[in-house]
């Protein structure tokens, strides 16, 4: 997932007139990285829920996290 990361920069760059090969690439990197990001949102949550929880401030750091996560990749930003 770490080296789709370094490549998948590329869609972002939809307007500057790149061939359709570039964006072809681009395009089948960013669905491949959502897989792997999507079992991480899940373990996390997963864990969230079975975990013996101890309501202080590194789980709401964990919680905001997990929701930064998730709305910068539903919005791309």
Known sequence: ???MGFVVWGHHMY????????RSL???ITIMISLPATIKVVNWT?????GAL????????????ILVFLVGGFTGM
């Open 1 to 3: 997932m770490a080296y």
């Open 15 to 22: 307007l500057v007139g790149l061939d359709h090969r570039s």
């Open 26 to 28: 681009y395009s089948t």
């Open 46 to 50: 997963l864990t969230l829920i079975n």
């Open 54 to 65: 101890k309501v202080d401030v590194v789980l709401a750091w964990s919680i905001a996290y």
